[in-house]
């Protein structure tokens, strides 16, 4: 069951109209696809390439950051979905106000709002 329930919806920035959630999940859906179907094709190529010991150490290297990127996304992905599905999606998980509907629109497995990332991001 889907709960549309948005935290924050007082806030004058985000109205619950801004967030299309049928439309958010799709797009949760379609990456978690696509994730999947990346990692198959990384592990199939792997395995093909595995009888060529003379393979660049740089080729092993990009396929190993490459399916770290894509079961890091698909995570994202898969605890965005449940966020929704526990009524607590659109919230920062830092400060607990509403993502930016627009910050969601192109990264909607985003658990931070903007603010809240850019401090992450400096503090790494």
């Not at 696809?33 to 150490?57: C, V």
């Not at 992905?77 to 998980?93: N, P, S």
């Not at 509907?101 to 990332?117: E, F, G, K």
Request: charged share 25%; glycine share 4%.
């Amino acid at each position: 069951m889907v709960n549309n329930q948005i935290i924050g919806v007082d806030d004058p920035h985000l109205a619950p109209e801004d967030l299309d959630l049928a439309a958010l999940r799709e797009n949760l859906l379609e990456q978690r696809l696509f994730r999947q179907e990346q990692l198959r094709q990384i592990a199939a190529t792997s395995r093909a390439d595995a009888p060529l010991r003379q393979r660049a150490a740089s080729q092993t290297e990009v396929r190993v950051q490459l399916a770290a990127s894509a079961r890091m996304v698909l995570a994202d992905v898969d605890a965005a979905l449940v966020r929704m599905d526990e009524g607590g999606y659109g919230a920062c998980g830092l400060c607990r106000r509403p993502i930016e509907s627009d910050r969601l629109a192109i990264v909607p497995q985003a658990r931070y709002c903007t603010r809240c990332q850019q401090v992450r991001e400096v503090g790494r």
